[in-house]
């Protein structure tokens, strides 16, 4: 859909109003994008809430660019009334049909205390989407989830093994929750060129690049990655390079990290890069050595690019990642085991090959951006039915 046809609106679409806290752009808000772009505007009128002091890079230009309406709140926190009283004032101006929380963490949009506020200002309904349900338990915000979730008609999961958590930890009825995978816009990831990276740092095209893409933070499993590669040069027959891809907290200590293994010469910090889906396009092989994970988006950019992936067997990667067949998964916070896994990859090419091209081939079926919108549609449309609100809700 092309910007000047994304603004013009059905006057009798249904209105979604997305609400989003995070402080910065990842994967929750990569998915509210693509979610927003693949909507049929000709049911589903979107408009996204995000803080006013968060930087999401230009999220909300590619949103105000497909004609997407941009709201800023000051709501920050949980105890920041009038923050609440900014986000009233915002539901009874735009009078949204359901209002759709986006929890990059379970805990976040105010332990979804967003979802009372947005019925006191007249919005029927509420759903949310859960990307780390498996976060762990905060206490002081535990009680306002569970009486916030009486508000929320429809929780819908990025992964299976959310289920658990959200059921048992967090008493979310199963009846009200919906299993939607992530997908990709696999047009918009097929639209590459050639990022340069190999020649920017100097490596051969015979080399075998194995990259490593997320923020720079702990749980991200970067110093496990860093110790593998370095037994992985001890032992391997051919040349290889690692690539890290991404900006946080932890890049000096990873730094000095590399230096300690003597991997100077082979491991490149690349920072933060707009380009992701062209730097798949030059690597050999994406490595996910995460302690925590929903559902990656790199996960799926890799395997729409027909790159294997190795990755930690947490949570939902094995519902992305089939072992031995699109990719192969090991234990987390382990590197020689990881080194194994990557000096297997290493070795046959053609392994690399096929393992990547069952990869495209899964996302193809599985994993787009349109299935998964299809499916967020289905729900919004299951509650908008004359008769079907309620459930057992708080009234």
């Not at 046809?5 to 990842?26: E, K, L, Q, T």
């Amino acid at each position: 859909m092309d910007g000047h046809a994304s603004r013009v609106m059905n006057r009798h679409a249904s209105r979604i109003m997305y609400f989003s806290d995070a402080p910065y752009f990842g994967g929750a808000e990569k998915y509210l994008e693509l979610l927003i772009a693949a909507l049929d505007r000709d049911r589903f009128n979107p408009c996204v809430v995000v803080r006013a002091d968060a930087d999401l890079g230009g999220f909300k230009e590619r949103l105000q660019a497909i004609g997407v309406r941009v709201f800023e709140t000051v709501l920050g926190s949980p105890y920041h009334f009038r923050g609440y009283w900014d986000l009233l004032r915002i539901v009874n101006r735009w009078k949204p049909d359901i209002l759709h929380i986006n929890l990059a963490g379970t805990y976040d949009a105010q332990a979804s205390l967003v979802a009372p506020v947005a019925r006191a200002a007249g919005c029927r309904l509420a759903v949310s989407t859960e990307h780390l349900a498996m976060v762990e338990k905060l206490w002081k915000r535990h009680l306002a989830k569970r009486i916030s979730t009486l508000f929320i008609h429809r929780v819908i999961s990025i992964t299976r093994s959310n289920v658990r958590f959200l059921t048992e930890v967090h008493r979310v009825s199963p009846s009200r929750i919906e299993v939607i995978h992530n997908g990709v816009d696999l047009a918009e990831l097929d639209d590459t060129r050639p990022s340069g990276v190999r020649s920017s740092v100097g490596l051969a095209d015979s080399a075998f690049l194995f990259a490593v893409v997320g923020s720079l933070i702990e749980r991200k499993g970067h110093r496990t990655l860093l110790d593998a590669f370095a037994s992985l040069g001890a032992t391997s027959g051919g040349p290889s390079a690692l690539l890290v891809v991404g900006a946080g907290p932890e890049e000096r200590r990873l730094r000095r990290r590399t230096r300690q293994l003597g991997l100077e010469g082979s491991v490149s910090f690349l920072g933060h890069r707009e380009d992701v889906r062209n730097v798949m396009r030059d690597i050999d092989c994406l490595v996910v050595p995460s302690l925590m994970e929903g559902m990656p988006f790199v996960i799926l950019e890799a395997m729409a690019a027909s790159k294997p992936v190795i990755a930690s067997r947490i949570y939902g990667i094995p519902e992305v990642v089939v072992e031995e067949e699109t990719g192969l998964l090991v234990s987390p916070s382990q590197p020689l085991e990881l080194c194994a896994a990557m000096r297997k990859i290493m070795d046959s090419r053609e392994l690399a090959r096929s393992m990547g091209e069952a990869g495209r081939d899964r996302v193809e079926k599985h994993f787009t951006s349109a299935a998964m919108a299809d499916r967020v549609e289905s729900v919004y449309e299951s509650l908008l039915r004359p008769g079907a609100a309620g459930g057992g809700l708080a009234p």
